[in-house]
């Protein structure tokens, strides 16, 4: 059987839903609302702390289909809408979705789009809901009027109501989030903070037990710290369990895409009042023009020079194994050359000039700069005279050199990202802004927020730094950070990178001694990431991971799995990891689960980091187990349980690719081979209606959206959390 590939099958499936269903291309109106996007990674086994080749690269690969829209006409029975429908899909329990485009006012609010879900057998519609936009904001009302008239008494399962109000909110969320992403599309390039638009829930006529319920997963009509109206923290690992447990139905892959469009957002970070509530520690300081314009031109004109001669670093970056694009001027307190170096001599003509000449002029520029202002700025900060600067360095994201390409093979070196980790060799850092790539906040340094619920890297918590040209941002150790640099975005982002270490925070020996005495979650998976580096798997690293688990922290028990998964934890630690989680599907709360396997632990701690925290890791590695098992007792599975195994791999390796995880990709192409093979085997025609029809093709066109979120390249280090 031939492969197919992710791209020809979402050309082919475009092509073939239109004759398959429509019968013609003027038929067919595909809904606005359903996107499909590009992927391609490796499935990988990580060990989280550890700069040793321990990572394990098991190539996979496949791709997914989009929704089959049907023209027919209804009506939403409310005082102010009726409008044709723009497509119906089929939910679960014998109730319809439908959606449409609708055209008027209401209240001087222009409305967009409404959605209801329909009793198929009686046609009376349960649950309405329409996006209005009242100048620059917009407007989310869900009624469930119908719902309390009549049926409680027809339905007694508090899931399904619920299911159905969520699905038309996500149904007018995902609309919205399409508008919010266009507006943010057009004003890219443009160096001026864009105005913003806000959303407001109305909730009506909902059941009390319902409204509580949509209240517990931070779906309310509070006012939220947010633009969305939602308090993320709690609706994320919600949005996560029912995708999951409403894998391969339509309602499921519109809260998937909902998923998909909240990662691609670009939130601008507000300086006021993040960080004290949660860690009196924590540090997150915006120091305004700290390098004068000046010395920011000069030392962009060394770097251009440096760039046209291909001289920044390329090898793999400890984070996530990437090209570093780095220039280290200062290493370990010492400069990397001296100043009197007679290579460096401006006076003596040199064509070219030798590399220590540039990295010398530049840190002759910086250093007034670096010494006599951050430093005591930062030794104010954190309350310690005894700082000092460690490392100082330059990164180059985005283009690499969009004026010196010339015939250089530059798009392998170009990189965008920087996955999201905390820093394991500084106290402190501070990255500062070379250009004006991170002013409207969109682009550039990033934090995903400590919560007091848990820690998290749900790229959809993702808050960029806006910085102007010569400012910086100094942040200690405990800060959860990345990079993202939107790759449509025509300019390269440089920036200047100073690490700050204190040997007084505690013993005088220790590597990394500010991290000596602290019990806080973080601290302790970041000594565990620390000791796994010098140490390996130990007895002492392991502790660390438990001691941080223990607290909740995602990270901690994402690292713990992969111990587990590859056998590095002894029994005796087992009843101690189940304690960690709640029971789950792949850990239930029986007896048979008293003395489980390592991999089953494994899946189980990876299970619960993946959904309740959002972890692109443990998603792709729980995904990575499952295939792994739908390979090896394929011929003992029936036709159901192969299909779910499938489901939930695709499911999941999607959740993590929307964020942002290359790793992912190769796997759905994979997955992709081993569904076709599995539906040929089964009978079934490729392509056809009922190969489209498939729930794991479904997930995996999903996946396949030309408007979709560019990952990471290159392979994870063990450094991402």
Request: proline share 5%; with cysteine.
């Amino acid at each position: 059987m031939k492969p197919i590939h992710l791209i020809s099958l979402y050309i082919s499936s475009r092509a073939a839903i239109l004759n398959l269903h429509c019968g013609s291309v003027l038929a067919f109106t595909p809904s606005p609302l359903r996107h499909c996007i590009d992927i391609s990674d490796y499935a990988t086994s990580l060990s989280l702390g550890t700069n040793s080749a321990s990572t394990q690269v098991v190539p996979l690969a496949w791709r997914k289909p989009c929704y089959r829209p049907r023209s027919r006409l209804f009506y939403l029975h409310t005082s102010d809408i009726r409008f044709q429908t723009s497509y119906e899909s089929k939910m679960q329990h014998n109730i319809l979705v439908e959606e449409s485009r609708i055209e008027g006012t209401v209240d001087e609010a222009t409305l967009i789009v409404a959605a209801r879900t329909v009793d198929k057998s009686s046609g009376d519609s349960l649950c309405v809901g329409y996006l209005m936009q009242r100048d620059l904001n917009y407007e989310v009302h869900v009624s469930a009027e119908n719902l309390n008239r009549w049926a409680f008494m027809v339905y007694d399962d508090d899931d399904l109501l619920f299911d159905q109000v969520t699905t038309v909110f996500h149904t007018l969320l995902l609309k919205y989030l399409a508008i919010e992403h266009e507006a943010y599309e057009k004003q890219r390039d443009s160096h001026s903070s864009d105005t913003g638009t806000s959303i407001k829930l109305v909730l009506s006529e909902i059941p009390p037990r319902i409204l509580d319920r949509l209240h517990v997963f931070g779906i309310s009509e509070k006012e939220s710290s947010n633009t969305l109206g939602l308090d993320l923290e709690l609706y994320l690992p919600f949005l996560n369990e029912f995708i999951v447990r409403n894998r391969g139905t339509d309602h499921g892959n519109t809260a998937l895409s909902v998923m998909k469009m909240l990662c691609q957002r670009r939130v601008s970070y507000s300086f006021t009042g993040k960080i004290d509530s949660v860690r009196k520690e924590s540090i997150v300081s915006l120091q305004e023009d700290l390098l004068p314009s000046s010395a920011v031109e000069s030392v962009i004109k060394i770097i251009e020079e440096i760039k046209s001669r291909q001289l920044l670093s390329t090898n793999p970056d400890s984070v996530d194994g990437l090209p570093s694009l780095h220039l280290n001027l200062i290493s370990n307190g010492m400069p990397l050359f001296d100043a009197d170096d007679p290579g460096c001599d401006d006076e003596k003509e040199q064509a070219p000039k030798p590399f220590s000449h540039y990295i010398s002029k530049l840190t002759e520029i910086l250093h007034p700069h670096l010494y006599d202002n951050l430093l005591p700025s930062v030794r104010r900060l954190v309350n310690s005279s005894t700082v000092e600067i460690s490392d100082v360095f330059i990164r180059n994201y985005g283009v690499f050199n969009a004026i010196h390409d010339n015939n250089r093979n530059c798009d392998q070196k170009d990189r965008h990202t920087l996955s999201p980790h905390y820093d394991v060799t500084a106290y402190a850092t501070c990255v500062m802004a070379l250009d004006s790539t991170s002013s409207t906040g969109k682009n550039g340094l990033y934090t995903i927020p400590r919560s007091k619920r848990m820690s998290t890297n749900n790229a959809a918590l993702r808050q960029f730094f806006p910085m102007q040209k010569g400012d910086g941002v100094v942040h200690t150790f405990d800060i959860l950070h990345g990079v993202d640099v939107d790759p449509d975005l025509n300019r390269p982002r440089t920036s200047l990178i100073v690490w700050f270490v204190d040997s007084e925070c505690g013993v005088s020996d220790a590597r990394q001694p500010w991290l000596e005495n602290r019990t806080d979650d973080i601290s302790q998976f970041v000594s565990g990431l620390a000791s796994e580096i010098q140490n390996g798997a130990s007895a002492e690293t392991l502790e660390l991971y438990m001691s941080s688990a223990s607290q909740g922290n995602i990270f901690a028990m994402t690292a713990l799995a992969q111990f587990c998964n590859e056998g590095k934890v002894p029994e005796s630690e087992y009843q101690r990891i189940i304690g960690l989680i709640p029971p789950t599907r792949f850990l239930p709360n029986d007896e048979s689960v008293s003395h489980p396997p390592a991999k089953v632990l494994a899946n189980a701690l990876w299970y619960h980091a993946a959904i309740v925290g959002g972890n692109r890791v443990a998603q792709n590695s729980l995904a990575h187990n499952l295939m792994a098992r739908y390979v090896s007792t394929e011929s003992e599975l029936s036709v159901d349980e192969k299909q779910d195994l499938l489901l939930i791999a695709s499911v999941l390796f999607t959740m993590a690719y929307n964020q942002g995880y290359n790793n992912s990709l190769e796997s759905l192409e994979k997955l992709l081979e081993v569904e076709c093979c599995r539906l040929h085997d089964a009978g079934i025609l490729i392509p056809s209606e009922e190969f489209f029809a498939s729930p794991v093709v479904q997930v995996l066109m999903l996946s396949v959206s030309p408007s979709g979120h560019q990952c990471e390249e290159g392979s994870p280090l063990p450094y991402e959390c």
